[in-house]
């Protein structure tokens, strides 16, 4: 999609791709309807001045958040006004780039409503939410515990004679603290607390609470709520309002608890349903499935930026070619840059597969069939994990790829970076959702003779197997077999599993224990979910992808399986699968996929379709005119507004003119 300004610097690079880059552009939007609401929704944002991000770093916090008041505003306005689908409207959320309150609405508020709420609830609810009467957020974190959702202590005490729950904030620590949309915007919180009938304490449980006037949007009568403070970077996470909230004993009615999963009667009887309690995390699993595809997303805009800079970069030379060489020729830069590439294209592989595996397990909760839920919930932590961390230092990577610019907000990669990296933290610790994969993977290996593994555990069923049968590869290109690849990422995980199972096996099973092994868990799960972004990336290659991209995306297949062996190879050797030569044939192997990505990295990050508006790059521009853009940016720098710089007479005239030696001088 080019919109820059005729000229292509780049149209050498492009005319290298030896792929069908319609085609990819297809494959990478999810299908050719998605492509064309891609298409439209990009240029529809792209074209209205109001949605415009220029300046978005420069701006205090408050006219920054108030922009993005009316951002969001006017995309809710854009989606009535034009009739836009839900899909449509969620493409135009997409392009209009910046983390906003009706992220929560409509991310968690609505889905735990649907999720938790009985048919009656989302009767009353549902409608009012979806036509934006009422704006929620979802209120589960607390200044005390974020990780630790049974440790929440918000009350809600329930009255049997008023019919009402009394929610409370007992404790400085109970006070709600992060949740998105909070601080200034919604009028209702999806609370969670611990649920107390008859001063019987039932855990943790969600309450719909309104918090704002429906009128004039004041906090309700004893209720303190507000806006936490400014976040990390400029622009960034900063346009949304994380807020804190506190309950002075406010009473709600009855019906505001959630009831799908547990009920309290009119005369405060506590009834339990008999779904599985984790249904109330379902929010999350929401959340952290889609958190996949948003992390190739991001990942590929870094990486479009840093390939399409380092294409028109050029710095030193060599005394077999004329002139400088492009940065993206030297092997070091291909070695730090298209494992990344690659790794974006398997993440968004991998996020159809997880799109398609959230289908099939809300199918089955429907049906009241329970079975694969356990699975589903480590699946979506264990990738939410590893995704959103290999993106974070990702852009960081593309950053220092694009060497002194890179640091430049021009860049458009430092206030990426400061938008994203929270996902490392939010929808659930990074670390605490891989020891979630860990105790998922124990337990299956502990019922490994009874129950056969099902799912991205099936591989565990073979642990006999892959425990003792060792790696074939003699040459390099016995790696190019993805039937080996996976049994090597299978065996690895495999045996870094049952090593830690068999030595807390050995133990006592105190808790004490299991903390001393937790590192070893945590690599485990980190194996484990290594091996399904492998076998998934494969697996979605093989299953119907249109014959002018196969070739490409087979090559980045296994420039990301290779890369991954190869980061990974002292995990790889120490469970003595495969051997260190074994290892130096990957090398040599990925270094040959480099040769075949190079002259197609252009058109391949081009595939992703990222208008320049999107991008918001100067290095990452589609016509590759760099230079000219980063110096017309610099006139755009507030402290270029007037020649002699606001301060000069009261600071710099001072000391320019003072002609008096310092008292410490020496010379
Ligand atoms: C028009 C515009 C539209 C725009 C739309 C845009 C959409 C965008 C969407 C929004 C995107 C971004 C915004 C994101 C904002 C972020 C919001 C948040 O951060 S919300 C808060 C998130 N908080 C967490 O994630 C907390 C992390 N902690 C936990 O998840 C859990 O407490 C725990 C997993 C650590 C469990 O602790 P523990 O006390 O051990 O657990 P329990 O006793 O409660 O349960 C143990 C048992 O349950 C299983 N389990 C745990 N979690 C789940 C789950 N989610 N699903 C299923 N099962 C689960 C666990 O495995 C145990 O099972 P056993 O069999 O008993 O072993
Ligand atoms: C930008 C942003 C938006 C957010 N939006 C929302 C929202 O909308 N709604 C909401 O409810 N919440 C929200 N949150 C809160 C978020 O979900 C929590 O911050 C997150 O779940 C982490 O919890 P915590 O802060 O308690 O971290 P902690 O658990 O205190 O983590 C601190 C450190 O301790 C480690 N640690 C903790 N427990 C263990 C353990 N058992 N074993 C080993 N290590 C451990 C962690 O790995 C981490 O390194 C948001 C947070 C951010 C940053």
């Given at each position: 999609?080019?919109?820059?300004?005729?000229?292509?610097?780049?149209?050498?690079?492009?005319?290298?791709?030896?792929?069908?880059?319609?085609?990819?552009?297809?494959?990478?939007?999810?299908?050719?309807?998605?492509?064309?609401?891609?298409?439209?929704?990009?240029?529809?944002?792209?074209?209205?001045?109001?949605?415009?991000?220029?300046?978005?770093?420069?701006?205090?916090?408050?006219?920054?958040?108030?922009?993005?008041?009316?951002?969001?505003?006017?995309?809710?306005?854009?989606?009535?006004?034009?009739?836009?689908?839900?899909?449509?409207?969620?493409?135009?959320?997409?392009?209009?780039?910046?983390?906003?309150?009706?992220?929560?609405?409509?991310?968690?508020?609505?889905?735990?409503?649907?999720?938790?709420?009985?048919?009656?609830?989302?009767?009353?609810?549902?409608?009012?939410?979806?036509?934006?009467?009422?704006?929620?957020?979802?209120?589960?974190?607390?200044?005390?515990?974020?990780?630790?959702?049974?440790?929440?202590?918000?009350?809600?005490?329930?009255?049997?004679?008023?019919?009402?729950?009394?929610?409370?904030?007992?404790?400085?620590?109970?006070?709600?603290?992060?949740?998105?949309?909070?601080?200034?915007?919604?009028?209702?919180?999806?609370?969670?607390?611990?649920?107390?009938?008859?001063?019987?304490?039932?855990?943790?449980?969600?309450?719909?609470?309104?918090?704002?006037?429906?009128?004039?949007?004041?906090?309700?009568?004893?209720?303190?709520?507000?806006?936490?403070?400014?976040?990390?970077?400029?622009?960034?996470?900063?346009?949304?309002?994380?807020?804190?909230?506190?309950?002075?004993?406010?009473?709600?009615?009855?019906?505001?608890?959630?009831?799908?999963?547990?009920?309290?009667?009119?005369?405060?009887?506590?009834?339990?349903?008999?779904?599985?309690?984790?249904?109330?995390?379902?929010?999350?699993?929401?959340?952290?499935?889609?958190?996949?595809?948003?992390?190739?997303?991001?990942?590929?805009?870094?990486?479009?930026?840093?390939?399409?800079?380092?294409?028109?970069?050029?710095?030193?030379?060599?005394?077999?070619?004329?002139?400088?060489?492009?940065?993206?020729?030297?092997?070091?830069?291909?070695?730090?840059?298209?494992?990344?590439?690659?790794?974006?294209?398997?993440?968004?592989?991998?996020?159809?597969?997880?799109?398609?595996?959230?289908?099939?397990?809300?199918?089955?909760?429907?049906?009241?069939?329970?079975?694969?839920?356990?699975?589903?919930?480590?699946?979506?932590?264990?990738?939410?994990?590893?995704?959103?961390?290999?993106?974070?230092?990702?852009?960081?990577?593309?950053?220092?790829?694009?060497?002194?610019?890179?640091?430049?907000?021009?860049?458009?990669?430092?206030?990426?970076?400061?938008?994203?990296?929270?996902?490392?933290?939010?929808?659930?610790?990074?670390?605490?959702?891989?020891?979630?994969?860990?105790?998922?993977?124990?337990?299956?290996?502990?019922?490994?003779?009874?129950?056969r593994p099902v799912g991205t555990a099936a591989y565990l069923?073979?642990?006999?197997?892959?425990?003792?049968?060792?790696?074939?590869?003699?040459?390099?290109?016995?790696?190019?077999?993805?039937?080996?690849?996976?049994?090597?990422?299978?065996?690895?995980?495999?045996?870094?599993?049952?090593?830690?199972?068999?030595?807390?096996?050995?133990?006592s099973g105190s808790e004490a224990e299991f903390q001393e092994?937790?590192?070893?868990?945590?690599?485990?799960?980190?194996?484990?979910?290594?091996?399904?972004?492998?076998?998934?990336?494969?697996?979605?290659?093989?299953?119907?992808?249109?014959?002018?991209?196969?070739?490409?995306?087979?090559?980045?297949?296994?420039?990301?399986?290779?890369?991954?062996?190869?980061?990974?190879?002292?995990?790889?050797?120490?469970?003595?699968?495969?051997?260190?030569?074994?290892?130096?044939?990957?090398?040599?192997?990925?270094?040959?996929?480099?040769?075949?990505?190079?002259?197609?990295?252009?058109?391949?990050?081009?595939?992703?379709?990222?208008?320049?508006?999107?991008?918001?790059?100067?290095?990452?521009?589609?016509?590759?005119?760099?230079?000219?853009?980063?110096?017309?940016?610099?006139?755009?720098?507030?402290?270029?507004?007037?020649?002699?710089?606001?301060?000069?007479?009261?600071?710099?005239?001072?000391?320019?003119?003072?002609?008096?030696?310092?008292?410490?001088?020496?010379?």
């Open positions: 999609m080019q919109d820059g300004n005729g000229l292509d610097h780049l149209a050498g690079e492009r005319a290298m791709a030896q792929f069908d880059l319609q085609a990819m552009k297809v494959y990478l939007a999810g299908g050719q309807r998605e492509y064309e609401i891609s298409t439209k929704m990009a240029q529809l944002v792209a074209n209205d001045p109001v949605f415009s991000k220029e300046d978005r770093v420069r701006l205090a916090r408050k006219d920054l958040y108030k922009n993005s008041l009316r951002k969001a505003g006017h995309a809710w306005k854009t989606i009535l006004e034009k009739g836009l689908s839900e899909v449509e409207g969620l493409k135009l959320r997409h392009f209009v780039d910046e983390p906003t309150y009706t992220d929560l609405h409509w991310g968690m508020f609505i889905p735990a409503i649907k999720g938790q709420g009985t048919e009656e609830q989302q009767h009353k609810w549902l409608p009012l939410a979806y036509k934006m009467a009422i704006i929620g957020c979802y209120a589960q974190t607390e200044l005390g515990h974020g990780s630790n959702v049974q440790g929440l202590e918000t009350t809600a005490t329930f009255d049997p004679t008023t019919d009402e729950f009394i929610m409370h904030s007992p404790t400085v620590t109970s006070t709600k603290w992060w949740p998105g949309g909070l601080g200034k915007a919604s009028t209702h919180a999806l609370v969670y607390a611990r649920l107390i009938t008859d001063k019987k304490d039932h855990g943790i449980h969600a309450f719909i609470a309104p918090i704002r006037s429906l009128e004039d949007h004041t906090p309700l009568p004893n209720v303190t709520v507000g806006d936490i403070g400014v976040k990390f970077g400029n622009g960034g996470y900063n346009t949304m309002d994380n807020g804190f909230l506190r309950f002075d004993h406010v009473r709600i009615p009855r019906e505001n608890m959630l009831m799908r999963l547990a009920t309290v009667t009119k005369d405060g009887k506590y009834v339990r349903s008999n779904k599985p309690r984790q249904l109330g995390y379902g929010a999350m699993v929401f959340v952290r499935q889609g958190i996949v595809i948003d992390a190739s997303i991001y990942l590929s805009r870094a990486v479009t930026i840093a390939v399409r800079y380092s294409a028109v970069r050029r710095q030193f030379g060599n005394k077999d070619e004329p002139g400088e060489l492009q940065v993206i020729q030297y092997r070091t830069q291909q070695s730090r840059l298209f494992p990344l590439l690659a790794t974006a294209y398997a993440y968004r592989a991998v996020g159809f597969w997880m799109k398609s595996l959230y289908a099939d397990v809300m199918k089955r909760l429907n049906d009241n069939d329970f079975s694969t839920l356990p699975e589903v919930h480590a699946c979506t932590a264990g990738l939410k994990s590893i995704t959103t961390s290999v993106t974070a230092d990702g852009i960081e990577e593309c950053r220092k790829l694009c060497g002194g610019h890179g640091f430049l907000c021009a860049s458009g990669l430092p206030e990426l970076y400061a938008a994203y990296v929270p996902a490392c933290t939010y929808e659930g610790d990074n670390t605490i959702l891989l020891l979630q994969v860990a105790r998922f993977l124990l337990k299956t290996l502990s019922q490994v003779s009874k129950v069923g073979n642990i006999k197997q892959l425990s003792t049968q060792n790696c074939k590869v003699s040459q390099g290109h016995d790696w190019l077999n993805t039937s080996v690849l996976l049994e090597a990422f299978e065996a690895r995980s495999a045996r870094q599993a049952a090593a830690v199972a068999l030595r807390l096996a050995k133990g092994n937790t590192p070893e868990l945590v690599e485990s799960a980190r194996a484990h979910c290594q091996l399904i972004l492998v076998s998934k990336f494969i697996e979605q290659l093989q299953t119907g992808t249109p014959e002018g991209i196969r070739k490409q995306l087979e090559v980045l297949c296994y420039t990301y399986a290779f890369s991954q062996l190869i980061d990974n190879a002292g995990d790889f050797l120490a469970t003595g699968y495969v051997t260190g030569n074994q290892i130096a044939l990957a090398k040599e192997e990925l270094k040959h996929m480099f040769d075949k990505i190079r002259p197609n990295a252009v058109a391949l990050v081009d595939a992703f379709d990222h208008t320049d508006d999107y991008l918001g790059s100067a290095l990452g521009r589609y016509d590759g005119d760099v230079y000219t853009h980063l110096y017309k940016g610099a006139f755009k720098e507030s402290l270029n507004d007037t020649v002699v710089v606001d301060g000069y007479e009261e600071y710099l005239k001072p000391v320019l003119t003072q002609n008096l030696w310092a008292p410490h001088s020496k010379l």
